[in-house]
Structure formats: C-alpha cells, structure tokens
C-alpha cells in the first residue's frame, strides 16, 4: 500500500478542478433551460391575434353593410336595426383595434376590408329592385351577425387569456343582442 496516492474521483467530472465541474453543469443547465423554453412555446397556448383579426375584418363588413343599407331602408323598426347593428359593430371594432393595437398589432383599412363580400351589393341591389330591401338586408345581417357571433365562440373556445375571452364575452353579449332584435322584426318588412 502506498500512503501518499492520490485516488481518482470517477464520478461527475472525473478529474476535472471544481472550476469547470461548476463550468459543466452550467452549460448542461442553460441547454435542458433552453430545450424546455422551446418545448413550451411549441406546445404552449397559440396566439389569439389572428382570430382577432378576423373578428375585426368581420366586423367591418358588417359595418359597410350597415352603412349601405342606412340609406335605403324604408321602415322604421329596420332603421333602428340597421342603426343599432351599425352603431354596435363600431363600437365592438374599436375595442377589438384597441386590444390588438395595445398587444402589438397594428390594423389598417385595407387589411380590415379583406372580408368584404360583394356577392351582399349584388343580393341587396336586386332586393331593391324588387322592392324587398328592408326584408333582404335584415336577413343578410342576421346571417352575417351570426357567422359573427360563431367566429367569436371559436375564438373564446380556443383562447386562454382572461383579457381576451372578457373581450369576447363583451361583443357576443353585444351581438345576441342585436340577434334578438332582429328577431322582433316583421319577417317580411313592409318596404
């Protein structure tokens, strides 16, 4: 036996100086750190932005419709449907610019115009041509307020945030409420 021999750690770091073994174990850390990063933003939770967007682009539509059909209706309570509808959607759309804008999301007119749907002109200028406009246009944003309202329970469904699901609460509560409306209209409005 010998006394004075020094014997070799075979455990983590073999002969490595205490320097590097803490060298080692910091760069092990800071790639399972990483690699765990990675995995949870892969499976984490997705973005709700662009939903949003499409809720907006929705909303705009509905809006021009709106707008449009301001000018031609003939009937007092479709006035009022038609102004409230126009009046909610403007005021649901800057709420949901303003939450995209404050989330790093930027809106112009032209991207917000991307769901117009012209076959709507065409299908509300033959209504007036045959003299069933009011008829036409509260059928046609009954329809487009209910693809509405579908578009923002897929969106709450899928979204985790509490900010963005109050968001949607809001402007689906606002969006029954124009549905109930339009229910209390005459199924043919005199024109």
Known sequence: MQPNTKKHSSGLGGGLSFGKQIGLFAGVAAVIIAGLAITMSALGPKSSTPALISIAQRQQEIIRVSTEATKQVS???TSNFVANTNATMQSS??????YLADHGTKLKAKQ???DMNPKTDT?????ASANTYDTAVTQELTAEIESYQSL???TYDTTTSKSTK?????NFTAAAALLEQAKSLPTSAAN
């Open 75 to 77: 009937t007092q309570n």
């Open 93 to 98: 759309q800057t709420a949901v610019i303003a």
């Open 112 to 114: 917000l115009a991307l």
């Open 123 to 127: 299908l509300l200028d033959n209504a």
């Open 152 to 154: 923002l329970k897929t």
């Open 166 to 170: 109050k968001l949607l609460e809001q």
